[in-house]
C-alpha cells in the first residue's frame, strides 16, 4: 500500500483482524467449524480427476437435499442471486411470459430479472407478510398464458414460508414451468423439488447450508431441460449458461470457467454435515429453535411480524415496538454483545427485525443469548 | 448420502480426501497458506461495519495493483469470466459496435458475450501465437466506428503477451472505449491501468495473485462510468449490474447480494502478499523464473510455441514434439508426481502444453521439479 488508512495498519497492509460474531442476521450464518476447515485445503486443479470425483459427490449430495432425481443438479459459481438469474435467463427467451408471484424483495427482484431477460412479465402480488393462496394463482393462470411461474419458498425479507403445496399441480396443468427460490429454506426445511412437481430451483450457500456465501445450487427438471434444449436463442449470460455448464458438469467435461474450488470443499463438507443430520432431523431442529426464540419474544412483550402457520423457522421477522430506534438496538447488540440481526427492507425498514436461525446459528444457546442480548438492548433503547 | 458410491466413502459422506499437487498448469495456481488460512477466518456479515471496512482495503490494494486512480474498482462475485461479462454487458448496449481481437480462446470468447449483449461485433484477427502490431487495430479503426475496442493482454490459450503500449492511444483517438482482459497477466507483469489508457479492465484470482478461483476484480474508468451512467437500457444482467453494485462498494452501501465473504478475506490477504514483494520485484521474478524454464526446455530439446519478445512470462506453452502424446506425458506428470500443466485448446488441442508459473506457482525449485519430471515422461512416452 502507499501509505496507512483507516482501512489499512499502519504498516499500510489490509488489515485481516475481524471480530466473532454471533451470526443471527438474513445470512451469512455461522459456517461449521468443520466446513471453513474443509475450505483451507490446499488447491486441485478443476479439472483434475480427484475434483471431477469431487464434484459428482457434491452433484450426489445436492440431489439429497434438494430431494430429487434431476440429473442436471450442481452448485452455480456466485451467490444466491446468481442462482435466481440463472433459472429465469436460461428458462426464457425475449417475449415469453412469466407470473412472477411478490410478497417481499426476492419476488421482485424475480420480476426485474426476468424483464431483462426480454419476457413480459405479469406480477402477482400479495401483501409483505402474507402467503399466496393457491387459488389466487390459479386464478391468474386462467386469465393468462404463461411460459414459467415463480414464487420464493422462504421470503427473506419478510420471513413468510409459503407453503408449495397444490401450486406446482397448478403450474403443471397450466402448461408452464415451475420456479422456485429456495435460497433460505434449503437445508432448513424439507423443499422437496420432485414431490412438488419444482421444474428449476436455486438456493444459496450462507442460509441453511451454513457455509460461506460464494456458490448456488440450482436444479433443472426434465420439462426445464426440454426447454433449455429447444431455445430459439443463446442464454443471454455467457457465464450463467447451463447450456455450456452442464457440458463441464457432465460426462464431456468441456471447460467452461474455472470452478470455485475452495468454495466447492466448503460446500462438500456442508452437504455432509447436513445429510448427517438429517432433513428431517434438520427441519425439526429450526421448529423447535424458532418456536423458542417465539415464545421467549413474548416474555418481553415483542410480537412475531408473521403468524405462525406461514413462519419460516429459519427467519423469524419481529415487529419493532413503537417509539423504539431499531438501528439502536441492531448497534447495541453488535458492538456490545457481537450479536448480528438484520433490519427490515423497503416498506419494512424500521418496522421490523430480521432474525436468522439458520443451519449451524439455529441452536438453543444462540437464542438464548440473543433474547437476553435484547432485553438489554430494549432497555437501553428505552432509558 | 443414500448409500456409498465411487464419489464417496463407504459411509456415503462425500470424500473430502485429496491429493496435494503441485499447480504449473493454467490456473488455479498455487494458493499462499497465508491466503488459505485467512480465508478460514470466521464469517463476519457482509453488512457488518468490519467488513465495510475490509471491502475499502480491498479496493485500496486492488488500485494499486491495477496501477490505477479508478474509484470503481472492486471484487465481482464469480470468476474471471465473470469479470469479463461484468466489463462487457455494462459498457455494450443493443446496437454498440465493438471491436474484438482474436488470437485465441478468451478473445473469442469476448466476442461471443458482446454479441449475446446485443453489440455488433467485428472480429479483429491474428494467427493463434502472435500478438496484434498497432498499426493493425489503428487501420480496422479507420474503416468503422466502434463503441468499444477489447483485447486480452495474456492470451491464457496461446501464452501469447500483448504489447499494451500505443493501442489505447488508438482506441482513444477514435473515441472508443478500451477494455483489457488481464486474468492472467495482473499480479504478474504490470499491467499499468491508467498508464495505458485503458477504460475497463477485468481479471481473476486465481492465477498470479495466487488466491482460490471466485472472484474477478475489474476496475472502470472515468469514460466508462460515463457510458454506465448514460445508458439507455437497463445492464441485461442483474447479478453484474455496476449501476447496483456500485451503491454496495460505495458510500451508500445499498445491498445488492451477499458478497462472497471468505473469499474476500482470501483477496485481502493475496493483495497484502502480492504489495509486500512490490510489483516490480514481482515482475522480475516472473520474468527471471520463466527464463529458467525455458532454459531448461532447451536441454530436453523442446521449445516454447510463442517467441521471446511476445512471451507471456506467467504461461509458457510449450511445442509437443512430433510422435509423443501429450496427454500421455500430461497424465504421467499428475499420477506420479502430482505435477498439473494445461494441454491445448480448440486448434492448439494435442499440439502444446500450458505450463503456468503464476505467483506462489512461480518458484525456482518447481522449475526443477517440472524439468526433471518432464524428462522421465518425455522418457517414458517415448519407451
Chains 1, 2 share one sequence.
Not at 439429497?64 to 435467463?89: I, K, R
Not at 455450456?244 to 460446500?267: D, K
Not at 437476553?372 to 437501553?380: C, D, I, V
Request: hydrophobic share 45%.
Amino acid at each position: 500500500m502507499t501509505g496507512p488508512s483507516e482501512n489499512c495498519t499502519a504498516q499500510g497492509r489490509i488489515d485481516l483482524k475481524l471480530p466473532q460474531r454471533i451470526l443471527l442476521g438474513p445470512g451469512p450464518s455461522i459456517a461449521d467449524p468443520r466446513v471453513l476447515r474443509a475450505m483451507a485445503a490446499p488447491l486441485v486443479g478443476h479439472l483434475d480427476p480427484e475434483f471431477l470425483r469431487l464434484m459428482n459427490g457434491v452433484m450426489e449430495g445436492l440431489r439429497l437435499v434438494f430431494e430429487t432425481q434431476n440429473q442436471l443438479t450442481l452448485p452455480m459459481s456466485g451467490t444466491g442471486s446468481a442462482g435466481m438469474e440463472t433459472c429465469l435467463v436460461n428458462l426464457l427467451e425475449p417475449g415469453d411470459r412469466a407470473a412472477i408471484c411478490i410478497n417481499g424483495v426476492f419476488g421482485q427482484r424475480m420480476a426485474d430479472i426476468a424483464e431483462r431477460a426480454g419476457a413480459r412479465v405479469t406480477r402477482i402480488e400479495a401483501p409483505w407478510g402474507r402467503a399466496f393462496d393457491p387459488a389466487t394463482i390459479k386464478e391468474a393462470l386462467a386469465k393468462e398464458k404463461f411460459d414459467v411461474v415463480a414464487i420464493v419458498h422462504a421470503e427473506t425479507s419478510t420471513g413468510v414460508l409459503q407453503p408449495l403445496e397444490e401450486i406446482g399441480q397448478i403450474v403443471r396443468e397450466h402448461g408452464a414451468l415451475f420456479v422456485v427460490d429456495a435460497v433460505t429454506s434449503l437445508g432448513g426445511v424439507r423443499v422437496g423439488v420432485d414431490r412438488h412437481l419444482i421444474d428449476a430451483c436455486y438456493s444459496g450457500t450462507q442460509k441453511c447450508l451454513s457455509c460461506p456465501p460464494g456458490l448456488s445450487p440450482v436444479t433443472f427438471g426434465p420439462q426445464a431441460m426440454q426447454k433449455l434444449q429447444s431455445r430459439k436463442t443463446k442464454v443471454q449470460s455467457w457465464y450463467l449458461d447451463l447450456t455450456m455448464i452442464a457440458q463441464y458438469w457432465g460426462a464431456e467435461r468441456v471447460y467452461h470457467h474455472t470452478a470455485p474450488i475452495s468454495m466447492m470443499y466448503a460446500l462438500a463438507e456442508s452437504l455432509n454435515i447436513v445429510l448427517e443430520e438429517g432433513l428431517a432431523a434438520r427441519e425439526e431442529r429450526h421448529r423447535a429453535i424458532s418456536r423458542l426464540f417465539v415464545e421467549g419474544l413474548a416474555e418481553l412483550g415483542l410480537e412475531p411480524f408473521v403468524p405462525a402457520e406461514i413462519r419460516a423457522p429459519m427467519l423469524v421477522t419481529v415487529k419493532v415496538p413503537d417509539g423504539v430506534d431499531e438501528a439502536a438496538v441492531r448497534k447495541f447488540l453488535l458492538d456490545r454483545h457481537n450479536i448480528e440481526i438484520g433490519g427490515g427492507l423497503g416498506p419494512l425498514k424500521g418496522k421490523i427485525w430480521r432474525v436468522g436461525l439458520m443451519g449451524s446459528s439455529c441452536t438453543e444457546n444462540n437464542v438464548l443469548l440473543l433474547l437476553e442480548g435484547l432485553r438489554r438492548a430494549l432497555a437501553a433503547a428505552r432509558a
